[in-house]
C-alpha cells in the first residue's frame, strides 16, 4: 500500500468498523439475557471488541472480536463506547482530510507537467 489515497481509504475503513464496534455494543448495553439462561452463557450478549493493527507497507487494519471475560473493562461500557465514537469520527474525518489532500496534490503534479 504505497499511495497516500490507499493508506486514508484503510484508516477510513478502520474508523468505520469502530463506528459499528461501538454502535452494536451502545444499542445492547441493556440486553437481558433470557430467563432460562445461566450465568455466562454462550447465548447472552457478548460485547464486540475492536483491535485496530498497523499494516504492512502502510494502512491499518481492524479486527474484531467478541471481548474475553478476562479482558479489562469487559461488558459495555457507556462512557468509553461514546468515546470510541468521536475518536471514529474524528478518524474519519481525517483521512477524509489526507485523500482531499493527495488528489489535490496529484491535481498540481498533472497541471505542472500538462
Do not use: C, H
Not at 454462550?42 to 479482558?71: M, Y
Amino acid at each position: 500500500m504505497d499511495s497516500a489515497s490507499a493508506i486514508a481509504m484503510s484508516g477510513m475503513f478502520a474508523a468505520e468498523q469502530r463506528l459499528n464496534v461501538a454502535a452494536w455494543n451502545i444499542a445492547n448495553a441493556t440486553t437481558d439475557p433470557p430467563a432460562d439462561a445461566q450465568p455466562n452463557a454462550v447465548n447472552a450478549f457478548q460485547a464486540l471488541r475492536a483491535d485496530q493493527t498497523e499494516t504492512r507497507g502502510g494502512g491499518t487494519a481492524v479486527t474484531v472480536r467478541t471481548q474475553f471475560p478476562n479482558d479489562a473493562f469487559s461488558g459495555v461500557d457507556l462512557p468509553s463506547e461514546a468515546i470510541q465514537v468521536v475518536a471514529a469520527r474524528y478518524s474519519f474525518a481525517a483521512n477524509v482530510a489526507v485523500m482531499r489532500t493527495a488528489a489535490q496534490m496529484q491535481k498540481v503534479l498533472l497541471d505542472t507537467f500538462a
